[in-house]
């Protein structure tokens, strides 16, 4: 064995953290990793981008203070009320299209301050 290598996986016990080396099930750290604060200021900034994505627009969101789950519920309801497509991907919400305007007001309705960025 390397000095670099790691266990992830036990007969005794089956997949394990690679941070506590405890079998999943008993693995506190998953725990304070969902429990830490979300990235982000709260602030949410819309804006649109065509850069690296074959010309293609899309609206993007970041910024948002939310956990996963609420970042993912957001994100549906703003795609559904565009009427488009989109994904969540490293806690910024991208929708496809161009609907930056929309989606900050939107955002500014359900509550959050959210304010245009970029071009």
């Known amino acids: 064995m390397s000095g670099g290598?790691?266990?992830?996986?036990s007969t005794e016990t089956g997949r394990t953290c690679p941070d506590c080396r405890q079998a999943l099930?008993?693995?506190?750290?998953?725990a304070l990793k969902k429990a830490a604060k979300p990235a982000g200021d709260g602030?949410?900034?819309v804006w649109r981008e065509s850069k690296?994505?074959?010309?293609?627009?899309?609206?993007?969101?970041?910024?948002?203070?939310?956990?996963d789950d609420d970042l993912q519920a957001l994100?549906?309801?703003?795609?559904?009320?565009?009427?488009?497509?989109?994904?969540?991907?490293d806690g910024v919400i991208e929708i496809q299209g161009d609907h930056a305007d929309r989606v900050t007001e939107l955002l500014i309705k359900?509550?959050?301050?959210a304010k245009r960025a970029g071009g």
């Open 43 to 45: 602030i949410a900034r």
């Open 75 to 89: 994100g549906k309801k703003l795609r559904a009320a565009c009427g488009t497509g989109g994904t969540v991907k």
């Open 25 to 30: 099930a008993d693995c506190r750290c998953a």
């Open 52 to 67: 690296g994505r074959g010309g293609k627009t899309v609206t993007l969101v970041k910024g948002m203070a939310l956990s």
């Open 110 to 113: 359900a509550g959050h301050p």
């Open 5 to 9: 290598s790691r266990l992830v996986y």
